[in-house]
């Protein structure tokens, strides 16, 4: 069973949403429409809250989790991924904040506080450290991240596409059953 209750909260999944049943969501995380969770993602929302936007993809192996609330950071760090938003194989999102269109490469690690702001694209294995935020329009990578150079216009429109090409891929798998 992917869906799990924490403390009497359980995951909210909006309409089409895909989730593969070796995936892992427990607590307060909310799906919205046509978001798609692929095989051995582990989601947990316990100790603050994760919400994952329209038609956005988390693919295999990803981590997803939260920083609780304390004196010294009264919100703590929920995770809040926007609309269209791409998180590839095996990343760490943690305690972050992506906005819309932007695709999350192949093993990144977001830390907690981190803002990506709309269109942004961070290349595979980049590690974001605490607190920063990446502005829209730009490529990231490395270890620790660059500010690369501006997206170009194919690159812009792929971030959209990609979210898209997982909308469609993720009615296949809900047609077959
Ligand atoms: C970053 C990326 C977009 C390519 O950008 P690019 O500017 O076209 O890069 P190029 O292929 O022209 O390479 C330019 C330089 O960056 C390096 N580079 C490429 N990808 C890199 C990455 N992820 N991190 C660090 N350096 C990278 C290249 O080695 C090259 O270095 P060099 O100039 O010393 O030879 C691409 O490599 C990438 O990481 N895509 C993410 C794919 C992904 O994870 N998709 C999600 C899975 S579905």
Same mark, same amino acid.
């Given at each position: 069973?992917?869906?799990?209750?924490?403390?009497?909260?359980?995951?909210? @999944? +909006?309409?089409?949403?895909? /989730?593969?049943?070796?995936? *892992? %969501?427990?607590?307060? $995380?909310?799906? !919205? =429409? #046509?978001?798609?969770?692929?095989?051995?993602?582990?989601?947990?929302?316990?100790?603050?809250?994760?919400?994952?936007?329209?038609?956005?993809?988390?693919?295999?192996?990803?981590?997803?989790?939260?920083?609780?609330?304390?004196?010294?950071?009264?919100?703590?760090?929920?995770?809040?991924?926007?609309?269209?938003?791409?998180?590839?194989?095996?990343?760490?999102?943690?305690?972050?904040? @992506? +906005?819309?269109?932007?695709? /999350?490469?192949?093993?990144? *690690? %977001?830390?907690?506080? $981190?803002?990506? !702001? =709309? #269109?942004?694209?961070?290349?595979?294995?980049?590690?974001?450290?605490?607190?920063?935020?990446?502005?829209?329009?730009?490529?990231?990578?490395?270890?620790?991240?660059?500010?690369?150079?501006?997206?170009?216009?194919?690159?812009?429109?792929?971030?959209?596409?990609?979210?898209?090409?997982?909308?469609?891929?993720?009615?296949?798998?809900?047609?077959?059953?």
């Amino acid at each position: 069973m992917a869906l799990r209750t924490y403390h009497s909260i359980y995951p909210q @999944l +909006g309409a089409g949403c895909y /989730v593969d049943e070796s995936s *892992i %969501i427990v607590g307060d $995380v909310i799906l !919205e =429409d #046509d978001a798609s969770i692929w095989p051995l993602v582990a989601a947990r929302g316990d100790v603050n809250k994760i919400r994952i936007g329209q038609r956005s993809n988390v693919q295999d192996g990803s981590v997803l989790h939260v920083t609780r609330k304390s004196p010294q950071n009264p919100d703590g760090f929920p995770l809040i991924i926007g609309d269209d938003v791409t998180v590839g194989h095996k990343c760490m999102l943690h305690g972050c904040t @992506l +906005g819309n269109r932007i695709l /999350v490469g192949m093993g990144a *690690i %977001i830390m907690d506080g $981190v803002v990506v !702001e =709309d #269109d942004v694209f961070i290349g595979a294995g980049t590690l974001v450290p605490p607190n920063k935020r990446l502005e829209s329009g730009y490529l990231y990578v490395g270890n620790p991240m660059q500010k690369k150079r501006p997206l170009n216009a194919s690159e812009r429109a792929f971030l959209k596409q990609s979210a898209v090409n997982y909308v469609n891929l993720k009615n296949e798998y809900l047609s077959q059953g």
